[in-house]
DNA sequence: CCGTATCCCTCCGGATACTG
DNA sequence: CAGTATCCGGAGGGATACGG
């Protein structure tokens, strides 16, 4: 069926992307604001953070809520799609960590291999 | 914990580049050599497909059968790793095939508030 | 048939600085 | 606090040509 390989193509870019996923996972465990997510992921910059939620609220995972005081302060959720998209992305992510000692090794033969 | 997302992000990025994982569903059907991969693929040029199945070797995902005739002949297939991951990515697959238009709902509605 | 090398271009993503 | 604008380096990936 080459006619949704485009589709399946499209979440696995997302999936593949920096940072949507450890996004996602972190507003798994409830809604969180901008600098919250910030301060835990630690290593984004401001711009892909927001690039990130943009896409992903783009895409109908979360939902964007701001609270108009000074400071303005903006909450992020997930959505139902959202919560669903985290069942196979989990799974996907402890058959990583499950298997993370078989592929170093993997890796570390074939560079061994490469050497030569 | 911020220790194994490396490892995950790793996967993440195989999983997430643009043809490792059609290339690992073509060889969940059996083993295939070079040309096959590459006429059923269709879109993707040689350097491509290289580079992509070289990465597949190297994390353990695919062995590399080389038969030295001529014209030479070398044939891909999936490991047990191989057949392993494929679970997991089919689960997402399966997803991103079933909320397909939710997606595309949502992106429509997103760049319809956007226009204004 | 299979792989490498080269050129080139796009886009991701980081750093920084500036608005409301 | 949240977001935008700009600049920039580098990786990803396509086209082409050549080698074994």
New interface residues.
């Given amino acids: 069926m080459?006619s949704?390989?485009r589709?399946?193509?499209?979440?696995?870019?997302r999936?593949?992307?920096?940072w949507s996923?450890?996004v996602v996972s972190l507003l798994g465990d409830g809604a969180m604001r901008f600098s919250e997510l910030r301060r835990l992921i630690?290593g984004i910059s401001q711009k892909m953070l927001t690039t990130t939620l943009r896409g992903l609220?783009?895409?109908?995972f979360v939902t964007r809520t701001v609270t108009p005081t000074i400071p303005p302060r903006v909450d992020y959720e997930l959505t139902s799609?959202g919560r669903?998209?985290l069942?196979?992305?989990r799974?996907?992510?402890?058959?990583?960590?499950h298997?993370?000692s078989?592929?170093?090794?993997?890796?570390a033969?074939?560079?061994q291999m490469a050497k030569s």
Same sequence: chains 1, 2.
């Fill in positions: 080459p949704d390989c589709s399946v193509n499209e979440i696995l870019a999936v593949g992307d920096k996923v450890l630690g609220e783009r895409d109908g799609l669903d998209l069942v196979p992305v799974a996907l992510g402890d058959w990583a960590r298997n993370r078989r592929v170093e090794k993997a890796r033969r074939f560079d």
